[in-house]
């Protein structure tokens, strides 16, 4: 058996790239490790792959769950960090955070399908046995995932995160209340999606539209973020504003460009919550 922590560090992604959380993804993991510590594992040929079979099915379990009892409100993804040194999570193998919000229209199934083909390499064999599938539905369930995904995702810009210009311009623009500069950096689809948990109420969950979303973001940051300091940085390998109070992080904003270099959609995490790990 590998060393634990490095055990958890792989098992992590099979959970978060399901549940979009940090906590329950630990949590999950922890679950399944000491029942796995509980019972004979001498007939276990292939304990790393029992594990992440665990892992999935009740990360699975934990997301149908989480999915019933939550409200008609935005719940965004928990954020991670690109650039923690030593960081106990397996980045590399996290999903975008544009793309963690996408997977949102998928079923559990169909999402954990989606995530064991594209993300981990798995084939559909592969997938039947640790989902408790038949082959032919698995295929089945991966076509449907594609072809909601398809239906749902504009063409996105590939930007990477060390471009800091873009961002830059963008704090320039909104500290002077430079709008005719915002405009032009916004797409005509742009979306603000917030999420404040159940303990900040934000001023809008969803804005879409340049002309409303012009003016939710000078509107917050005017009156709420203006004395904040701006931080530049990488979230799920995208660009992100983070807004500071003193040492606290009050509000993480992960953007996301479409083809012309646009913005399409900001994600807006304010829940102090999912702000936690910072």
Same mark, same amino acid.
């Given at each position: 058996m590998e060393d634990l922590k490095i055990l958890m560090k792989?098992? +992590?992604?099979?959970?978060? $790239?399901?549940?979009?959380?940090?906590?329950?993804?630990? %949590?999950?993991?922890?679950? /399944?490790?000491?029942?796995?510590?509980?019972?004979?594992?001498?007939?276990i040929s292939n304990q790393n792959a029992y594990l992440i079979k665990s892992v999935i099915n009740q990360a699975i379990n934990l997301k149908k769950k =989480? %999915?019933?009892?939550?409200?008609?409100?935005? =719940? &965004?993804? !928990?954020?991670?960090i690109n650039n923690h040194g030593e960081s106990k999570i397996e980045i590399e193998e996290i999903l975008s955070y544009s793309m963690l919000v996408l997977l949102d229209v998928l079923n559990t199934k169909e999402r954990a399908v989606f &995530?064991?083909? !594209?993300? +981990?390499d798995y084939n559909h064999e592969e997938i039947a046995n640790v989902l408790a599938? =038949?082959?032919?539905?698995?295929?089945?369930?991966?076509?449907?995932?594609?072809?909601k995904l398809k239906q749902n995702r504009p063409k996105l810009a590939i930007i990477s995160a060390k471009e800091t210009g873009y961002l830059e311009k963008y704090i320039t623009? *909104?500290?002077?209340?430079?709008?005719?500069?915002?405009?032009?950096?916004?797409? !005509?689809?742009?979306? /603000?999606?917030a999420d404040g948990g159940t303990k900040i109420n934000v001023v809008a969950q969803?804005? =879409?539209?340049?002309?409303?979303?012009?003016?939710?973001?000078?509107?917050?940051? !005017?009156?709420?973020?203006?004395?904040? %300091? *701006?931080?530049?940085?990488?979230? $799920?390998?995208?660009?992100?504003?983070? +807004?500071?109070?003193?040492?606290?992080?009050?509000?993480?904003q992960i953007f996301e460009l479409n083809q012309k270099g646009r913005i399409i959609n900001i994600f807006s995490v304010v829940d102090p919550e999912k702000l936690m790990p910072f």
């Open positions: 792989n098992l +992590f992604p099979y959970a978060y $790239n399901i549940l979009g959380n940090i906590a329950d993804s630990q %949590d999950v993991i922890q679950d /399944v490790l000491i029942k796995f510590n509980e019972i004979e594992t001498t007939s =989480s %999915d019933r009892e939550r409200s008609h409100r935005i =719940s &965004l993804p !928990e954020p991670i &995530l064991l083909k !594209e993300t +981990f599938l =038949s082959v032919e539905n698995s295929r089945q369930l991966l076509t449907r995932a594609k072809k623009a *909104i500290r002077t209340g430079d709008v005719k500069t915002l405009e032009q950096m916004l797409s !005509e689809e742009v979306r /603000v999606l969803l804005t =879409s539209g340049i002309e409303e979303t012009l003016k939710l973001i000078t509107y917050v940051f !005017e009156y709420y973020q203006k004395g904040f %300091d *701006i931080k530049i940085d990488t979230i $799920n390998h995208q660009p992100a504003l983070l +807004f500071y109070e003193g040492s606290q992080l009050m509000n993480c």
